[in-house]
């Protein structure tokens, strides 16, 4: 029988909590920030519905660690933030990392530095989403640009993150956050919903950070009878620590492969008139959507404009941007910061041609007209 179509008038942040329980997320510990705390509202809500917990935490730090521990518990957990408790979170994230907890952070993006400007839009955290956390540890960063799309994200993060271990960032600029728009809520079929590995072997073979064909090692599920020691310390496959450098570098060249091993399964982006297109446009989340308008205008005066929007933000869909820019001339990167984008985009496109960035970083949206301006002077 197939699901009751259920659309609904939300924001973005109720639907990134709904999309958390659709795939199975039974699990929240979180601390109210501005623009992010209707995730937690939602989830408060909802969560003790479906059997869930929901916790407020004394703080981010907490938040994080509480995550993890339930994760490894054997639940589907996540928590949700903006700026400053990003901030907080990134050592426990990098635990997360090292110990290969499945967990799911949402960052609503508002204005900063420091504590900056709460009810303003921002992008300034897209290189933070990625390198936040110190030493070199995989992550995913998703960046959904409109509500129907928080939904679908956030369930796609959590089955990435079940699938390969990994902690999954959805990144939402404030605007996408706390637009109001129809979203399509029919719940996913339950044969899309991935769970993580489970261990099945003889307990006495189990090895918790076995380097495996597919680069994800089994869980212990708690209560089956494997030992697991879990440390943030490099680690051996039993998961006890160690200084044998070849053992460290099987450790840590593991968890950075298994990402580029599953690339396939975890790039997602959007490519419109790309094909003739001599003035790219390569922007996430709000900025987005109004690279869109942009480029219906553009076109309508005959430039070549397209656009390549990253849905997996990190890691960045390198190949399918060159191939977008395959005829571009000037790649135009609007973006709510100073630039950083701009950045990836650079060293993706290698000098080939020619980058303009098109920045706000003092709380307003980029509108059509500013990309429009912009492509129409590259062009003249």
């Not at 212990?220 to 310390?233: E, N, Q, S, V």
């Not at 985009?345 to 000098?351: D, K, L, S, W």
Request: with cysteine; hydrophobic share 40%; proline share 6%.
């Amino acid at each position: 029988m197939l699901a009751k179509v259920e659309r609904k008038n939300i924001q973005g942040n109720e639907a990134c909590a709904l999309g958390a329980i659709a795939a199975g997320c039974r699990f929240f510990a979180g601390y109210p920030i501005t623009p992010s705390s209707e995730i937690a509202h939602t989830m408060s809500r909802e969560l003790p519905g479906v059997g869930g917990t929901f916790i407020q935490m004394e703080d981010e730090i907490a938040s994080m660690g509480a995550v993890i521990g339930a994760s490894l518990g054997g639940v589907k957990a996540m928590t949700a933030t903006s700026g400053p408790g990003f901030s907080l979170k990134q050592e426990n994230l990098g635990y997360a990392a090292m110990v290969e907890a499945p967990c799911v952070i949402a960052n609503v993006m508002r204005g900063g530095p420091s504590t900056g400007m709460p009810t303003r839009p921002g992008q300034g955290d897209i290189m933070q989403s990625r390198w936040g956390t110190h030493g070199d540890h995989p992550i995913i960063v998703l960046a959904p640009e409109s509500v129907g799309e928080v939904y679908s994200e956030t369930i796609r993060a959590f089955n990435l993150s079940e699938a390969l271990r990994v902690p999954v960032v959805v990144l939402i600029d404030e605007t996408i956050g706390h637009l109001l728009e129809t979203v399509d809520l029919t719940p996913p079929d339950p044969a899309s919903i991935i769970e993580r590995k489970w261990a099945t072997c003889d307990p006495k073979d189990y090895k918790p950070y076995e380097i495996t064909k597919d680069r994800v090692p089994a869980m212990a599920r708690p209560g089956d009878g494997y030992r697991a020691h879990t440390t943030g310390l490099t680690h051996d496959e039993t998961g006890f620590p160690t200084q044998d450098t070849e053992k460290g570098k099987n450790a840590i060249g593991r968890l950075l492969d298994k990402l580029e091993y599953h690339k396939g399964k975890i790039e997602s982006y959007e490519a419109i008139d790309c094909d003739d297109a001599e003035t790219l446009i390569v922007t996430i989340g709000i900025s987005a959507r109004a690279a869109k308008r942009a480029i219906k205008s553009l076109r309508a005066d005959g430039i070549k404009a397209g656009l390549f929007r990253p849905r997996t933000l990190w890691p960045f869909p390198e190949e399918a941007m060159r191939k977008a820019a395959g005829k571009a001339k000037t790649i135009i990167v609007p973006e709510m910061n100073a630039g950083q984008l701009i950045f990836e985009v650079e060293r993706v496109i290698a000098g080939k041609c020619k980058t303009v960035g098109v920045n706000r970083y003092a709380g307003d949206i980029i509108t059509p007209s500013e990309i429009e301006a912009a492509a129409r002077k590259v062009t003249s």
